[in-house]
């Protein structure tokens, strides 16, 4: 690896920049050509680890990250493991990425450089200073930050620095990450980035330790939440409390939650935003490690959606637990029994009705028979007394 005293400047980059074809290594990279001002000049923009030149590659919006430092050791490998994982699962909020190993030829030296998809549109800082009054379009990026945490976890992937200029509104309006040094995935376990995140956006010992894993977005996912949520209620918060370089809270107000923004935020006429801080300073005050999920104030879910499909399929499977008590077909044990009861019935009715009728013709022609007879001996005893 070059040492830093030799490492390409700012000048070095923008040389190479505008002769790609010589100085861009080959293949498509060379083919970048970069976005140029009014008066033909090439503006790069400084992050904190790279230069990045806006331009296409045949034809297509790119973005060409060239890196103010040596690398770590480990990024291209990060990348590499990545680029891997990406393809396998999918990950529709990343900006597409190429690493190119020793592809910018600089005071004859080669180093690596990084090609990005450039996913256009506007950073979340742009963004909310525009919308920060507009109700209806907060409360939909407020559900599309959820559902992009929510997919991130499902894929079981972390950005590892999500703060405002990395959160990007892209030119379909859907929301992109870009920058991707920092993130987690399960074959980059192994590979603990060199950078630990913006601290207006992480957990206060974020810093400090080596703290980082699947759940290192849950705590700047849930900054960004809180910050988007509490300006649809109270848009005055960003000209309050925005720094430029932080949404409404920043790294000092995870450290003191005396400071006068909780009180403003507890005070929000919104039950959720008031929730949501709660939850914000019980785990900035608690360690690392025990960050509470995602799921907990946003859920995928965010993650919600996930644990929410298995939920319905558990409850038709009990159902057919209910034909189990169809062994309440004992009903039919009690159709047998009835039936045996039933049939003595109607034997025992007609034997009751056949010998009446039969009966009753012999007793009415007994007592007519006796009346007869009386009849008789009276009329032989009045003839004989007669006589």
């Known amino acids: 690896m ?46 904190q680890s790279a230069y990045v030149f806006y331009g296409w590659i045949d034809g297509e919006p790119a973005v060409l990250r060239c890196f103010s430092r040596p690398p770590a050791p480990s990024l291209r490998e990060r ?103 920092a993130v987690w995935a399960p074959p980059l376990a192994d590979l603990p980035p060199n950078e630990s995140g913006h601290p207006n956006f992480q957990h206060p010992q974020r810093a400090s330790g080596r703290c980082w894993g699947e759940d290192v977005d849950r705590f700047s996912a849930l900054v960004v939440l809180l910050s988007i949520r509490a300006l649809i209620h109270d848009p005055g918060l960003w000209d309050e409390y925005h720094l430029d370089e932080n949404l409404v809270l920043t790294a000092a107000d995870f450290a003191d939650h005396s400071r006068l923004v909780w009180f403003r935020l507890h005070s929000s006429r919104d039950a959720q935003v008031r929730d949501l801080t709660t939850r ?22 965010s993650p919600p959606a996930l644990p929410a499909t298995p939920v319905p399929k558990p409850v038709p499977k009990s159902a057919p637990a209910k034909p189990v008590s169809k062994p309440a077909p004992a009903k039919p044990v009690s159709k047998p029994v009835s039936k045996p009861v039933s049939k003595p019935g109607p034997k025992s009715v007609p034997k009751r009705v056949e010998p009446k009728p039969a009966v009753s013709p012999t007793s009415t022609s007994g007592p007519a028979s006796a009346v007869l007879v009386v009849a008789l001996i009276v009329i032989v005893v009045l003839i004989v007394a007669i006589l």
């Open 2 to 47: 070059t040492s830093d005293t030799s490492w390409p400047s700012l000048h070095d980059y923008l040389s190479a920049v505008q002769q790609p074809a010589r100085s861009l290594g080959g293949g498509k990279l060379a083919e970048f050509v970069p976005e140029r001002q009014p008066d033909g000049a090439v503006m790069p923009v400084q992050g």
């Open 79 to 181: 990348y590499e493991r990545l680029a891997r994982y990406v393809a396998e699962v999918g990950c529709p909020s990343f900006a597409r990425f190429t690493w190119w190993d020793d592809a910018v030829v600089v005071a004859g030296r080669r180093v690596p450089v990084l090609t990005m998809e450039d996913v256009g549109g506007r950073s979340l800082r742009q963004h909310l200073e525009e919308v920060r009054g507009d109700e209806a379009r907060l409360e939909r990026l407020a559900a599309g930050w959820q559902a992009l945490t929510g997919d991130l976890a499902a894929r079981r992937l972390a950005h590892g620095d999500l703060q405002q200029d990395n959160i990007m509104i892209g030119r379909d309006g859907r929301l992109r990450l870009v920058d991707l040094d």
């Open 280 to 301: 914000l300073q019980q785990i900035s005050s608690a360690a690392f490690a025990a960050v509470s999920p995602l799921s907990a104030p946003a859920g995928p879910p």
